[in-house]
């Protein structure tokens, strides 16, 4: 009988579902945002609406023979859960819970950036070395790491939260975990206005540009895609925002050199990928300002925003260790 997996990338802004052959070769995918609800439940069952939707196509849920979710963490890797994601209003997500109930299948749960890692190891950027990292910078930052073309993954399956490393204990930021100084506190798509409105309030209060008197105001909605939109235009603040955070990411990537010592770093995520010239290559020449290891070769995913999908495809196939919570 035909065989399907079903892969899903649980990120902090959507979600991401594709069905694949036995052989990996995705069939079809789709996606929705993460829905907000008072129940993390909804979570895990959108992800089942989805599967519904696109396995009807293909044979049905009943040819499903293996399931893999790549998540954002930190995770429980006993409980399959998300717990205390920094970028969604939850608590807890119980995905493990909720979904070995519904197939007959092997359950598979990775963090979104290890199961990119393993993506760009097999067919990405690092398909050609043996030490690859890959960072997301997305609703927050991320990463995973190969070493020594092994999937790091630390005793309890979170290594390389290194949203979370500390970059400034002087402005002191509140990250969405709760804690101060986070990485992701200042370059994370969700943190990026509340930092901007900060910088245009105290250390630019001189600066006069639209998006600064809008940060001021305080009555108009600034996401991280208008902060880049009024850079492309010019704007004085927007541009000086943008050379901060630059800097900031450059420290977060630096500590990444000099902690792995990676071969190639790969950058994907939302806030990267739209804007490779003014996120990734910014970053670059405070990378080398910074890290005393020599500097990797560093690179905008070839995979694209589907690089955490595609890795959970390839680890139904081959799962990592610590990832597996059901066998039919």
Same mark, same amino acid.
């Given at each position: ?13 959507? &979600? $991401? ?18 829905? !907000? ?21 293909? #044979? ?21 859960? &998300?717990?205390?994601? *920094? ?23 990775? /963090? ?9 190891? $097999? ?39 290194? #949203? ?7 402005? =002191? ?7 101060? =100084? ?14 901007? !409105? ?15 008197? !809008? ?11 208008? &902060?880049?939109?009024? *850079? ?15 800097? &900031? /990411? ?31 290559? !910014? ?20 995979? =694209? ?24």
């Amino acid at each position: 009988m035909r065989e399907l997996i079903l892969a899903a990338d649980i990120g902090g802004t959507l &979600i $991401r579902v594709a069905i694949a052959d036995s052989q990996g070769r995705i069939l079809e995918k789709a996606s929705t945002p993460v829905p !907000k609800a008072s129940d993390a439940k909804v979570v895990p069952m959108k992800v089942l609406e989805l599967c519904d939707a696109l396995s009807a196509k293909h #044979g049905g849920r009943r040819l499903i023979s293996k399931v893999s979710i790549a998540a954002i963490g930190p995770l429980d890797m006993t409980k399959g859960a &998300i717990i205390r994601p *920094a970028n969604m209003p939850y608590n807890m997500v119980p995905i493990a819970d909720v979904l070995r109930d519904y197939f007959d299948a092997t359950l598979i749960i990775l /963090n979104d950036c290890n199961a990119a890692a393993i993506a760009e190891k $097999r067919i990405g950027a690092g398909k050609n070395v043996d030490d690859v990292v890959y960072i997301t910078m997305s609703s927050g930052i991320g990463g995973g790491v190969v070493l020594d073309g092994r999937l790091l993954l630390g005793k309890d399956g979170n290594a390389a939260e290194i #949203g979370h490393t500390v970059v400034d204990m002087s402005i =002191g930021m509140v990250c969405g975990c709760g804690k101060k =100084g986070h990485w992701e506190a200042y370059c994370g798509g969700n943190s990026m206005p509340k930092f901007a !409105k900060f910088l245009a309030e105290s250390k630019y209060d001189n600066v006069n540009s639209t998006l600064a008197r !809008k940060l001021r105001e305080g009555t108009h909605t600034v996401s991280a895609k208008d &902060i880049f939109n009024y *850079a492309r235009a010019g704007d004085e603040f927007a541009l000086i925002f943008i050379n901060t955070i630059a800097e &900031i /990411n450059g420290a977060g990537v630096a500590n990444v050199v000099d902690t792995f010592d990676p071969s190639v770093i790969s950058i994907g995520g939302s806030v990267a990928l739209n804007n490779v010239d003014l996120v990734v290559e !910014k970053l670059k020449p405070f990378v080398e300002q910074y890290a005393i290891n020599r500097v990797p070769d560093i690179v905008p995913t070839p995979l =694209g925003h589907d690089a955490p999908l595609i890795g959970a495809v390839l680890a139904a196939m081959d799962p990592p260790p610590k990832s597996v919570f059901k066998t039919p």
